[in-house]
C-alpha cells in the first residue's frame, strides 16, 4: 500500500467505544418529494393553458361589456319616447292673467299615463316651484342639473324608491321678456315653468335583458366549438413533433447521420439543429473509441505474443540458464503488458472525467511536485539517472484535482527517465511567471524535433528509430488532464543542455491564473 494510502481507514482499536456496531438504519425511509423544477410537463398542455387562460378571463369581461351596452342601447328609443311625451305635454301649458293653466282633457292625461309595463309621472310646476298640475311626489330637478335653454334634459331619479328616467323641460311662459333680457343685462330673468315626465325602468330592464340572452346564449354554444377547434389545431400544429419522434424511433441504434432539417417547422429548427450537432459529437466520439479499442488491441498483441513466446520455449528448455533467461523475458514482457493495461485505464479515466464532472481543489504544486518525485527516486537509481526537483521560493497554488495531476506529472517523468541515457539528468522545476504557474520537467535525452512535437501527443505513437520501450500513451494521458486543467503543454529543448547528440527535451506546463473569488474581490 502507498504511503498516500496509509491512515484513510483506522483500525478497529482506533476506533471510539460504540463505534463498532453497525448502526441500525430505520426500515422505511420516505422518499424526497420530487422538486416542482424535475416534474415533466406537456407542451400541449402549456399551449392550452395559455390559449384557455386568457379566453376564460375575457368572458366574464365581455359579458360585463355587453350588458352596458346593452342598457345604453335600450335607454335610447325609450328616452326619445320620453322627450316626445314631455314636448308635448309643454305644448299644452299656458300662461292666462299671470296663471299657469294647462289644456289637458282627461282622455290625454289617460294616454299619457297608458303603459301596460310601467308606472308613469308627470308634472307642472311654475316659476315659483308651485304644484300646478300632476303627481306631487315626483321630485324637482337639483339646481345644476341640466341648463334652462329650453331643450328637454334627462335624469335618473326615485319616486318611493323605486327608480325613473325623468325627461325635463323648462317652458320659457314670456318669450318677447326673454329678448328683451337677452338684450339689455339689467333687465330681470324670464319667468320659466318645469315639465316633468318620468317612467319606472322595468321596459329597459326587460330590453337589456333580451339584448343580453340574445349575444350571450350563442356563446355558450360557441364556447365549445372554440375549444374543440383550439384542440384540433393543437393537435394538428404539434404533430411535426411526433413525425419527428417517429422518424427518431424508426432508426437503427447505430445510425448517427443528421437529421434532415428540411422536414421539420421552421420552429423546430433551432433543436433539430442542436441535435445533429450532438450527434455528430457522438459520432465521432464512437470513432475514437473504435480506433482507440483498435489500436489497443493491436499494441497488446505485441507483449501476448511475447509471454506466449518465452512461455512455450521455457516449457521446451532442459538447460536450467536458458529457462531462467526465457522466464526472465517472460517476465519483462509481463511488465510491458502490465503498463500498457495501467496507462490504458489511465487514459480512460483521464477522457471520462469531464463528464463525470471534475472536482477542483486549491493545491501548492510544489508539494504536490515533491512528492511524485519521491515516488520515481528508485526507478531513477535502476536507469542511473539523477532525478532532481528545483524548488521554488514561494508557494505557487492552482486550482485542481490532485490525482490527476498526479497522473499527469508521473508520465511526464517516466518518458523522461525512458528516453534519458543512463549517466543523465531529468529535473523537475515549479516556479511562477506572473500570474502564470509553470511546472517543468527537464531532461538530457535526445530531444524531440520540432516536426514531431505536434504527434508526441497523439495515441500510440512512437517516433521512428527510437528503441525505448513505451506504449506512446504517456503523451496522451498528459495532455488529456492538461486540456481538462486549461493548461497549455510546449515542448522545447532543454537550454541547459550543451551535447548535439542529446540536445534534451523542456516539457513546459502553463497553468492559468487561478480566478479570482467575487466575495474575496469586494
Known amino acids: ?38 416534474i415533466q410537463h406537456s407542451l400541449f398542455g402549456e399551449i392550452l393553458d395559455w390559449m384557455l387562460a386568457p379566453l376564460l378571463l375575457l368572458w366574464p369581461m365581455s359579458i360585463a361589456i355587453t350588458y352596458l351596452v346593452a342598457k345604453s342601447i335600450a335607454n335610447q328609443p325609450f328616452d326619445h319616447a320620453l322627450e316626445d311625451r314631455v314636448t308635448v305635454l309643454a305644448q299644452q301649458v299656458r300662461e292666462v292673467d299671470g296663471a299657469i293653466a294647462t289644456r289637458l282633457p282627461g282622455s290625454a292625461r289617460d294616454i299619457l299615463r297608458a303603459d301596460d309595463v310601467d308606472s308613469v309621472y308627470f308634472q307642472i310646476r311654475d316659476a315659483g316651484g308651485g304644484h300646478i298640475d300632476g303627481d306631487r311626489e315626483l321630485p324637482r330637478p337639483r339646481d345644476d342639473e341640466g341648463d334652462k335653454d329650453g331643450a328637454v334634459h334627462f335624469r335618473n331619479d326615485a319616486v318611493h324608491g323605486t327608480p325613473v328616467r325623468v325627461a325635463y323641460l323648462y317652458i320659457n311662459l314670456d318669450p318677447f321678456h326673454q329678448a328683451d ?81 428540411r422536414q421539420v417547422p421552421e420552429e423546430i429548427s433551432p433543436l433539430v439543429g442542436s441535435l445533429n450537432d450532438m450527434l455528430g459529437r457522438l459520432a465521432q466520439t464512437i470513432d475514437m473509441q473504435k480506433r482507440f479499442i483498435a489500436d489497443a ?11 506466449r513466446m518465452q512461455s ?118 515549479v516556479r511562477r511567471d506572473g500570474e502564470h504557474a509553470l511546472l ?45 486543467h486549461n493548461a497549455e503543454v510546449d515542448i522545447f529543448n532543454n537550454p541547459r543542455s550543451h551535447s548535439k547528440k542529446f540536445p534534451g527535451s523542456l516539457f513546459r506546463l502553463t497553468f492559468p491564473p487561478p480566478a479570482s473569488d467575487p466575495i474575496d474581490a469586494a
Not at 482499536?13 to 422505511?28: F, K
Not at 318645469?194 to 333580451?210: I, M, S, W, Y
Open 312 to 429: 512455450e520455449l521455457a516449457l521446451r528448455q532442459v538447460d536450467p540458464d536458458e529457462i531462467h533467461r526465457s522466464l526472465e523475458q517472460l517476465a519483462k514482457s509481463s511488465e510491458s503488458a502490465t503498463r500498457l493495461v495501467n496507462q490504458l485505464l489511465a487514459l480512460a479515466r483521464a477522457e471520462n472525467q469531464p463528464h463525470a464532472g471534475l472536482a477542483f481543489e486549491e493545491i501548492e504544486l510544489g508539494a504536490l511536485a515533491v512528492s511524485v518525485v519521491q515516488d520515481w527516486v528508485q526507478a531513477s537509481f535502476s536507469h542511473d539517472i539523477d532525478l532532481g526537483y528545483e524548488p521554488h521560493d514561494e508557494p505557487v497554488t492552482i486550482a485542481g484535482n490532485a490525482m490527476m495531476l498526479r497522473e499527469l506529472l508521473s508520465n511526464l517523468i517516466d518518458n523522461a527517465l525512458r528516453y534519458t541515457p543512463a549517466g543523465g539528468s531529468v529535473t523537475v522545476r
Open 297 to 307: 488491441a493491436h499494441q497488446m498483441k505485441t507483449p501476448l505474443a511475447g509471454m
Open 440 to 484: 517543468e520537467v527537464e531532461d538530457t535525452g535526445p530531444g524531440i524535433a520540432p516536426a514531431e512535437r505536434a504527434h508526441v501527443f497523439e495515441r500510440f505513437y512512437r517516433i521512428l528509430d527510437n528503441s525505448a520501450s513505451g506504449s506512446g500513451l504517456g503523451l496522451a494521458i498528459v495532455r488529456e488532464i492538461a486540456g481538462q
Open 181 to 261: 333680457a337677452a338684450a339689455n343685462a339689467d333687465e330681470p330673468a324670464a319667468r320659466k315653468a318645469l315639465v316633468q315626465v318620468g317612467e319606472t325602468l322595468d321596459k329597459r330592464a326587460l330590453l337589456a335583458n333580451e339584448i343580453i340572452k340574445g349575444v350571450i346564449l350563442p356563446q355558450f354554444i360557441i364556447l365549445p366549438v372554440i375549444l374543440a377547434l383550439v384542440w384540433f389545431a393543437l393537435s394538428r400544429g404539434l404533430s411535426p413533433l411526433a413525425e419527428l419522434q417517429e422518424r427518431i424511433r424508426a432508426r437503427s441504434s447505430d445510425d448517427l447521420s443528421p437529421i434532415d432539417s
Open 1 to 38: 500500500m502507498n504511503d498516500r494510502d496509509a491512515g484513510l481507514v483506522p483500525p478497529d482499536s482506533a476506533l471510539p467505544a460504540g463505534l463498532h456496531e453497525p448502526l441500525h438504519e430505520p426500515l422505511y425511509t420516505p422518499p424526497n418529494p420530487e422538486p416542482e423544477a424535475s
